[in-house]
């Protein structure tokens, strides 16, 4: 069964750096979203991109966020500067279609900032 | 703006034990429904879907969920619970001409062998 691939599984960084998560998503899909997660809270929705651009984003993906799709296969998250709240699990997902209609989700990231 | 309330925060059973947990959304037209389930240190998985038509679902591992309108309500329900069914539980909803999945806040639900 095809699935969304995210690496690492696990990122520990110092605040201040640059982190880059990475999502391979079921690769006839179209639609790729990022969501996060924060201990003990809802999962938030962070971006959703198609045709190479943010199709829609939520006031927490701020400027300090940014995704691409690099080469066709990967869909990066990249976090600058990184803070202590930015503590969370980070879920890429993908579906073949928009609206109404499955999205699978990867196994997350879960990004500790110290 | 629209939101999903997930009322039960954490549930114990024992197993064997009936399960209904709780799901209500905000008014914003028509909508499409999900429960998706998250066992410890895996992926989201989803449970079952309501897009139209009957308006009770059977997902996969005996749960099923019932959308009612009036009630803007979308219960997950199984009648006897598993061992292996220590998860959270995530309802989560797509408004009409939106392309983002809005997840309520979560249940997590251990069951007692």
């Known amino acids: 069964e095809p699935e969304v691939t995210q690496t690492p599984s696990h990122q520990v960084t110092q605040m201040g750096q640059e982190v880059i998560l990475r999502c391979v998503p079921i690769?006839?899909?179209?639609?790729f979203y990022w969501y996060r997660q924060i201990l003990g809270q809802k999962v938030e929705f962070l971006v959703s991109?198609?045709?190479?651009?943010?199709?829609?984003k939520s006031e927490i993906f701020d400027d300090q966020f940014s995704v691409e799709r690099p080469d066709g296969s990967n869909f990066t998250l990249k976090i600058r500067s990184t803070k202590l709240e930015d503590s969370a699990m980070y879920f890429c997902a993908s579906s073949r279609d928009s609206g109404p209609t499955e999205a699978f989700f990867g196994q997350g990231t879960r990004l500790t900032v110290v | 703006a629209q939101s999903v309330s997930q009322h039960n925060h954490h549930v114990i059973l024992s197993e064997a034990a009936s399960l209904e947990l709780g799901c209500n959304y905000s008014?914003?037209?028509?909508?499409?429904l999900f429960w998706y389930v998250q066992y410890p240190g895996q992926h989201l998985q989803l449970l079952l879907k309501y897009f139209s038509g009957d308006p009770l679902v059977k997902g996969i591992k005996g749960f099923e969920a019932e959308f009612i309108k009036s009630k803007f309500s979308f219960n997950l329900r199984k009648p006897s619970v598993q061992w292996s069914d220590t998860a959270e539980y995530f309802c989560?909803?797509?408004?009409?001409?939106?392309?983002?999945?809005?997840f309520g806040k979560g249940t997590r639900l251990h069951i007692l062998p």
């Open positions: 690769s006839n899909h179209l639609y």
């Open positions: 008014y914003g037209g028509t909508v499409n």
């Open positions: 991109f198609y045709n190479n651009e943010i199709s829609e």
């Open positions: 989560a909803v797509i408004w009409n001409r939106d392309d983002k999945i809005i």
